[in-house]
Structure formats: structure tokens, C-alpha cells
């Protein structure tokens, strides 16, 4: 809570030149130990700081400018630094310019404002230079953000910063949001109300001449087939599901939308490459251009002339000589700055990005000597054996390229030069990570090693599946980013799943400069502007992607793939009485709990968790009321009592439910402030990620959250698989009983029965799945199954059976597994029996079947419950999706702001049908 103070007089900064220059001659050798402490208190606890919220700036100045060798120049982002081990004022704040040299310090009255904000995370401060610097001093604007300033921490910081004379925008802001939302509270409700009337009206007219049976419950509470009115049972008809269907396309995009940066024309008149001789297949035009972009982003040529084109965002200084200055950040710097070698290669999936690297392993050797050297290919270990397949299938024998698979706990301890035997290494994002770090809780070293991966210099390190580690916090993103490489490639279908703080990992990763491998400063320049409409970030966010990535969609009219038509539907799902009757009473507990976070000023941890909880039996009881686990209630009942729970086999499994449920959320450590990375939940009942908790079970041994005892490691649980699928197994579930959704899908298959069509059904859950394969076999449907819980050789005799078993019709999928790598093209229906926050997961699993092999019309059924939450889901993908396109210029409709804030997300939900 905030203390406030009396007012501080802010006339100026009286100290003297002697004083000054004692303070600032403090020595330098202090600030790396000063910079480790101060990477927590320029963060916010209740937020990402890239959803907080602007509240005014702050015009001073940087003082002592000639005692450090700093370099900035006008409007450059500048780093805020606290340093409270500063000998000569405990209050000081250090000004580092974007390349982290310091530039001065803050005057000291200003400084003692400022410091209680940082220090006590009440403000999150950014900065940019004024003016220019000058000999001694330069104009600074320091920006302060926090939150919502209708909240009660927010109207705690506007109290604060009147009382210390400190410019508010936020007041005048607060109040025409609090109209804003009273004016859409009031709007809603009548579209509610109009919605309702409408329902109610075609229930009447479907009442009076309607025609056909729907599925009832009988005496038993199983569900049966209603037959129509003279008897007969009536055989599902697809039209008749069509018809039913709300044709629903939530990738398609608007024909009026503005562009930014690189259009599609554009991309059609790209350059190509000339195919190597090496390479058997016949590339298409768009992959030989591709081959073209490849090879001139692994030598960028030196930045030109201020009026000439940039080279990553990279120009000539328009008045100094031999300076270069950086638009994203306008930092400058003297000599040519060191570029990246490499890029991003987000072509869609099923366009044959492995075709257009394995083009580049030969090209790139043929037209540059100094190209010679091993390349390491790192991929998840569901694709490790593809690498070497398709290098086989694309590579002619005469031109063959020498591989070899570096996995598992018998691999060959291997020097640089046993590495050098081989042109192609092929290992796994685990296998690298457990090579990163030599010994446990040491720090990798800097230089190359003895043995091992970090032994090469390599000439190119190729990420697969990129987006794999795309969390900035992780053991993978550290691993993959300290492999030393000449040239550093990423391929991913999806380089932003969530945030665009996925993007950042990935550019810091291939070498972007100029501040923005700074997540601090990426979110100032990029993330927050975006959020707040900006269209200068919008097209600096366009000018970065085009510098880095190369992203082409197969529904672009020159891609010419011919691919069969791909056609999407929601299809609504009406609850039964008993059903709704269920979901209902979670409903008006879920709004219970949402009031009482509100409200609490403490204990919002474990009311937070309690909603997400309900939020999670809620979808699970959209797709089958048996879903909902009893374990989790168990759970959490005893952690409200208790604060932790004992460990045993049952409260083990209620543990990982919850943890899943973090893990679906996208939900954030609560220690670094980054989305969960290795995942794990403590017998309290909070999630953090690995290594985070591990550093501080090893200090403290307590919860950061709520300060319970955690002892050692053994006081973590971890997911039940690298999937998050279920290994337990329910006895007490019962397979025969049904559901509305599994009515509907039952229906779906009946259509398609007879004309031997193969659909892949995916679930979250891996119970829905028992239930699913249950009823197949009661109904006589050859099947196969894949998901988290099987080993490898299961996984792959079940996609053979999809593939050569023409009586195999159904391949029952979780949705984690069969996102990534995987090809389906043997189906060409596919059912998404549930939803949830992030569809790039989604999007990917249909791109398993709707890609380059595919010959048949593909259909998506999207089951959605009618008046559950489910239906706001699809309106939140959706505005996920808009920052991908955004981000490399692909069509969209109108960019309305993104909801800020996972609560608002909660909030939506819970409206849904109220």
C-alpha cells in the first residue's frame, strides 16, 4: 500500500560542483552487483509492464554527462537504472543508453522522488532523451506507468503523485474510461436482452413447424437418439449438419485492411534463386524465393546513406561520419554495427520451409567458401527423425551430406574436430539445454568448451519449431541463444502464440541490435505503443519484421498451391436440462469468486487460483459433465484450510489438474513476471517456473507467494507430461454415459460413415478422449489414438494405422502432441471438440491435415456449447490472432485495442450468455 508523504519541493537540484563530482566518480567495479539487484525493481508485480498504463512525464535532466563515455542522441530510449549501493546517495538513478553504457545520473531531489516508485513497485519509469546531450547535462522524459487508475492501487499512485508535485494524465484518463465502460456495461446489456428475444423467437417458430429429433435424456440419464414422429431413426445427414453450422473462417481476413510495410505483392516479385544442382525435388517459384532471401540475410550488406534504404533498421548518421543510428531506438553508434547473419523463416506450415533450409545447407556452401563448417539443427524430439529423412529424400546421392544425430544418454562425448567430420547435426532442444549447463547452479561459460555442442564454432545453428522456446526466461532460450554460430535461423509457422514478447526471444536469438535484444526496451519502443494504438509502432513493428523474417501464407493467390478447399464451422451444441442446470451453479460461483478478488486486499492468490479452477470445470463441462474433477475440489478446499497440502497419490494428481490449468491460461511466473517456463506448482499451490522457484527453495526454502515451508525440491510437482495429458486413469468415470457434444460428434461421424471420409478429433483432455473411444467401439468405428501418455512406438503405429488402414476412419488426438510436426494428411475432417485463450495451437493442429499432400476438401467443426463461455473464447482467439497479422501485414479487419489484462478476459467470459 502506498504511505503517503508531504509534499517535496521541486524548484531544482543545489548540490555542489565538488559534491557532484564525488558522487559521480562512484567506482564502476560496484555496478554489476547493483545491476543484479536492480533487475526486480523496474518490474511490476501485479502486471506485465506492457499492460500497464500511462500516467504522466516527468521533464528533468541527466547530470555529470562528461565523467561517463555514454553516447545518445535526441528521442533515443534511454535505460533507468536504481542504484541503492551507491556510496554517495543511497536514492540514485543511473542513465545507461541502449548499447548499456552510462550516460550520467539523475539529479538528486529528483532522484529521491523517483526512488520510492521503483524501489517500492508503485510505477514502472521508462525514458527518452529530451534534447541533446550536452557537455555536462542533457533533457530527459521519464514516463510513468501503472495500473488501471480506477483501481485501488491506482488511485493510491494518483494520491502519491499529487502529493509529490508529480504531473497525472491518468486522472482526466480514469474518468472518461469509468464513462467509456458504463456507456458499453449499458450496450451489452441491450444486446443481451435483443439476443434473448431473438432466441426465444426461433425456439417458438422451431417449436410450432419444426421437424426432426434432438437428443434427450431418458429415465436412466443416458442419452438417446430421438427418432422422428412415425418412428423410423433417422441416419445423420452432413448437408442437414451444414445447414446447422455457422460457416466460421477464424483466419480469414478482411479485404479493406490497411497495410503496413511488405504487401503480398511485394512478396510476389521477390527474387529467386537459381535451384542447386544438388537438390532432386523440383522447388516451386516461391520457395527458390525464398532460397534468394536466405542467402542475402546471411550476408547483410553494410547500412547506406540517411536516404537510402535500412539494413535491419540500421542507417547512415545523416551528419557524423562513419556513425550509424538505429530507428527502432535512435540510438547511435561510431563504426558499423555488427548485424545479424540469419533470420526468421515463418512461411506458413505445409509450404516446405525444410525444403528451403536444406536448399540453403548446399547453395550457401557453393557460393561461399568460408561457408564450410558444420551446421546444428536443433529440433523437438517428435521431429528428430525427419531431419535426416527429408535431407535423404531432397538430396541427390552425388551431393549427399554427411549427418548425424547428436541425442539420448549413449551420445558420443564429441570434440570440435570429431564435429567436424560432418556437415549436418541433428539434436534435440533437451539435449542441448543438458549440454548448456556443466555443472549445477554454475553459469555456462563464456568461451568454447573442450567437448559437447558448445565446443563448435558452427557455421549456422537452424531452430525447428522455434516458437519452442520462445519464453525469454527459459533454460532453452538461454541454451539455444549462447551456441556460438557464424549464421542463427529460426523456423516456425508461428512466431508469436500469445504475445509479442515471443517475437523478442526469437530476434534476440538471431542477433538483433540497437536496444531491442532489451526486453525492457522492446516493450517500450514496440509492445506498449501497440497496445495503446500507436500507429509510428505499428509501422516500426512492420519495418522489424521485414528486416528479419520472411512469413508467406498459402492462401496467398501467388503461393499457387492448389490445395483443396478448407472450409470452418461453429457448430452450436444446446446443453440438456441436467447440463445446464450443472454449468450454471459453476457459473454463479465463478462470478462469486470474481467479486471476491475484486475485492480482497489480501489472500488474492488463492482467490485467483479458485477462479481459474471454476473456469476449468466450466469448459470441462461443456464437453462432458464426468470431466469435472472431484480431486481438484478436494485440492483446493484443503489448501484454503490448510494453506498446503499433503503429498500423496491423490493430492498429487489434484495438483497437476491446477497446474494445468496455469499452464492452458498462459499464466506468468510470479517471480520473473515471464509465462510459466518448466513448469511447477508447490504444495501451496502456486506456479512458477523451474528454475526460478528451484533458485529460491535453495536460499529461502518459503513460498514467495504466501511463505510457507518448502524444504527442498521434493516440495515441487511437476506436469504429468511434457504434453500436460493425463496419465490417471478415472474407475470411477463411466464410459457408457453421454453428453450434448458427444451427440453432436457422433452425429458428425455418422455423416461421413458411409463414404469412409478419416477425422481427427482433438481434445485438451485426455479423459474426454476415454469417453469418446468408448462410444466408438460401442458403435462399431475402427480407431487410433495418439497423446502425451503413449511412448513413441505407440505414437507411430497409430499414424500408420491412419495412413494405410483404409478401415481406420477416426484418429482420436490430443491437442498438445499433434500440434507440432506431425502429417494427417490421411484425414480430411477434423473435430475441435473444446477451446481455450491461445489459437495458434489450434491453428496449427489443422495445419497438420490442411497442407501440401492433401487431396481431398477439408472440414473443421469447431463444437461450441450455446450460452457458455465457450462462444467469448472464439471472440478472444480472434483478437489474438489481429496481433499476428499486425505484426507481418497480413489482412485483418478492424484493429480494435486488445483487452488488457487476463481478468478482463475472466470478465468476458463469465458474461458470456448472462
Not at 57 to 79: H, M, N
Not at 122 to 134: C, I, P, R, S, T
Not at 326 to 355: C, E, R, V
Not at 376 to 391: F, G, K
Request: glycine share 8%; net charge negative.
Amino acid at each position: 500500500m502506498l504511505q503517503t508523504e508531504g509534499d517535496i519541493d521541486l524548484s531544482g537540484s543545489a548540490h555542489t560542483q565538488a559534491e557532484r563530482t564525488a558522487w559521480l566518480a562512484a567506482p564502476e567495479e560496484d555496478e554489476e552487483n547493483v545491476d543484479e539487484i536492480l533487475g526486480s525493481t523496474q518490474e511490476n508485480t501485479g502486471e506485465g509492464t506492457d499492460q500497464l498504463q500511462h500516467y504522466g512525464d516527468v521533464d528533468t535532466k541527466i547530470v555529470g554527462c562528461q565523467y561517463y563515455r555514454g553516447f545518445a542522441s535526441p528521442g533515443e530510449v534511454i535505460l533507468i537504472r536504481r542504484e541503492p549501493g551507491n556510496p554517495y546517495d543511497s536514492n540514485a538513478i543511473r542513465i545507461d543508453n541502449v548499447g548499456q553504457t552510462q550516460i550520467g545520473h539523475i539529479p538528486r531531489r529528483m532522484a529521491e522522488k523517483l526512488a520510492q516508485y521503483i524501489d517500492n513497485r508503485w510505477a514502472h519509469v521508462e525514458g527518452k532523451l529530451a534534447g541533446n546531450l550536452g557537455q555536462f547535462d542533457c533533457p530527459v522524459r521519464v514516463a510513468m506507468y501503472g495500473p488501471d487508475p480506477a483501481s485501488d492501487e491506482g488511485q493510491r499512485l494518483v494520491a502519491k503523485m499529487k502529493a509529490d508535485r508529480l504531473p497525472i494524465r491518468a486522472l482526466q484518463e480514469a474518468e472518461r474510461a469509468e464513462k467509456q465502460r458504463e456507456k458499453n456495461r449499458q450496450a451489452a446489456a441491450k444486446a443481451r436482452e435483443r439476443e434473448e428475444k431473438r432466441r426465444r423467437a426461433e425456439a417458438l417458430r422451431a417449436a410450432s413447424g419444426g421437424k426432426g429429433g434432438r437428443g434427450v435424456t431418458n429415465a436412466s440419464g443416458q442419452y438417446t437418439n430421438q427418432s422422428t414422429p412415425d418412428g423410423d431413426s433417422t441416419q445423420p445427414v452432413m448437408d442437414d449438419i451444414l445447414e446447422a453450422s455457422q460457416r466460421f473462417n477464424p483466419r480469414e481476413a478482411s479485404q479493406t485492411a490497411e497495410q503496413l510495410g511488405a504487401n503480398e505483392a511485394a512478396l510476389k516479385d521477390m527474387p529467386m534463386a537459381t535451384q542447386p544442382d544438388g537438390i532432386k525435388t523440383k522447388m516451386l517459384p516461391y520457395q527458390l524465393q525464398a532460397l534468394h532471401w536466405l542467402l542475402q540475410q546471411e550476408s547483410p550488406p553494410t547500412p547506406g546513406a540517411a536516404d537510402s534504404e535500412a539494413v535491419q533498421l540500421w542507417r547512415q548518421h545523416g551528419t557524423k561520419q562513419g556513425a550509424y543510428t538505429n530507428l527502432a531506438t535512435n540510438h547511435s553508434t561510431q563504426g558499423a554495427p555488427s548485424l545479424a547473419s540469419g533470420g526468421i523463416l515463418a512461411d506458413d506450415m505445409g509450404l516446405g520451409k525444410t525444403l528451403e533450409v536444406i536448399s540453403l545447407l548446399l547453395a550457401g556452401t557453393a557460393t561461399d567458401d568460408s561457408a564450410a563448417g558444420p551446421t546444428l539443427i536443433v529440433a523437438p524430439l517428435s521431429v528428430l527423425s525427419n531431419w535426416s529423412d527429408q535431407i535423404k529424400r531432397h538430396i541427390k546421392e552425388s551431393h549427399a551430406l554427411r549427418v548425424y544425430t547428436y541425442h539420448g544418454a549413449g551420445r558420443v562425448n564429441m570434440k570440435s574436430s570429431d564435429f567436424a567430420e560432418y556437415d549436418v547435426v541433428i539434436t534435440t532442444y533437451g539435449t542441448l539445454a543438458s549440454d548448456y549447463m556443466p555443472r549445477k547452479g554454475k553459469k555456462p561459460m563464456g568461451e568454447l568448451r573442450a567437448n559437447g555442442l558448445y565446443s563448435v564454432n558452427w557455421r549456422r545453428i537452424i531452430l525447428d519449431e522455434g516458437h519452442t522456446v520462445r519464453n525469454p526466461q527459459s533454460k532453452g532460450a538461454a541454451a539455444v541463444t549462447a551456441v556460438k554460430a557464424k549464421s542463427r535461423w529460426v523456423l516456425t509457422g508461428t512466431p508469436i502464440i500469445n504475445s509479442l514478447r515471443d517475437l523478442f526471444t526469437l530476434l534476440r536469438f538471431i542477433g538483433v541490435c540497437g536496444g531491442l535484444e532489451t526486453l525492457e526496451v522492446f516493450n517500450s519502443v514496440l509492445v506498449r505503443p501497440l497496445k495503446n494504438g500507436s500507429p509510428e509502432a505499428s509501422v516500426l513493428l512492420r519495418a522489424t519484421t521485414i528486416a528479419f523474417t520472411l512469413r508467406r501464407k498459402k492462401e496467398m493467390d501467388f503461393i499457387n498451391l492448389d490445395l483443396p478447399p478448407l472450409e470452418e464451422y461453429k457448430h452450436m451444441v444446446d446443453l440438456t436440462a441436467k447440463e445446464r442446470e450443472r454449468y450454471e451453479a459453476f457459473t454463479k460461483e465463478a462470478q462469486g469468486m470474481l467479486q471476491k478478488f475484486q475485492k480482497a486486499e489480501a489472500g488474492k492468490s488463492q482467490a485467483y487460483q479458485s477462479l481459474l479452477e471454476i473456469l476449468l470445470r466450466m469448459r470441462q463441462c461443456c464437453n462432458h459433465w464426468q470431466l469435472c474433477p472431484e480431486r481438484v475440489q478436494s485440492v483446493m478446499k484443503q489448501l484454503d484450510e490448510q494453506g498446503i497440502v499433503t503429498l500423496n497419490e491423490e493430492t498429487k494428481k489434484g495438483l497437476q489438474d491446477i497446474l494445468q490449468v496455469r499452464i492452458e491460461s498462459q499464466e506468468d511466473c510470479a517471480i520473473c513476471l515471464e509465462p510459466l517456463h518448466e513448469p511447477l506448482i508447490t504444495l501451496c499451490g502456486h506456479a512458477f517456473g523451474g528454475e526460478c522457484i528451484s533458485k529460491v527453495i535453495e536460499t529461502q526454502h518459503k513460498c514467495p507467494m504466501c511463505r510457507a515451508v518448502l524444504e527442498d525440491e521434493s516440495s515441487l510437482v511437476s506436469p504429468a507430461n511434457e504434453c500436460g495429458d493425463d496419465v490417471h486413469k478415472d474407475d470411477n468415470m463411466d464410459l457408457n454415459a453421454s453428453s450434448s457434444k458427444l451427440e453432436s460428434m457422433m452425429s458428425i461421424l455418422g455423416a461421413t460413415k458411409e463414404k469412409k471420409e478419416k477425422t481427427i478429433i482433438f481434445s485438451q483432455w485426455t479423459r474426454f478422449l476415454d469417453i469418446v473411444e468408448a462410444r466408438l467401439d460401442r458403435d462399431g468405428y475402427e480407431h487410433c489414438r495418439i497423446d502425451g501418455t503413449m511412448s513413441a512406438q505407440k505414437r507411430d503405429a497409430a499414424l500408420h494405422a491412419l495412413e494405410n488402414d483404409s478401415g481406420t476412419t477416426v484418429m482420436l488426438a490430443s491437442l498438445g502432441v499433434c500440434a507440432v510436426g506431425l502429417n494427417l494428411t490421411a484425414a480430411n475432417q477434423i473435430i475441435l471438440s473444446d477451446s481455450w485463450w491461445a489459437p495458434a495451437i489450434e491453428d496449427q493442429a489443422v495445419d497438420r491435415v490442411h497442407r501440401l499432400g492433401q487431396t481431398k476438401a477439408c472440414r473443421v467443426f469447431r463444437l461450441v456449447a450455446e450460452k457458455t463461455i465457450e462462444d467469448q473464447v472464439l471472440t478472444i482467439q480472434q483478437e489474438k490472432r489481429k496481433l499476428m497479422r499486425l505484426a507481418f501485414g497480413e489482412k485483418s479487419g478492424k484493429r480494435d485495442r486488445v483487452k488488457q489484462g487476463r481478468l478482463a478476459d475472466i470478465q468476458r467470459l463469465l458474461n458470456a450468455g448472462a
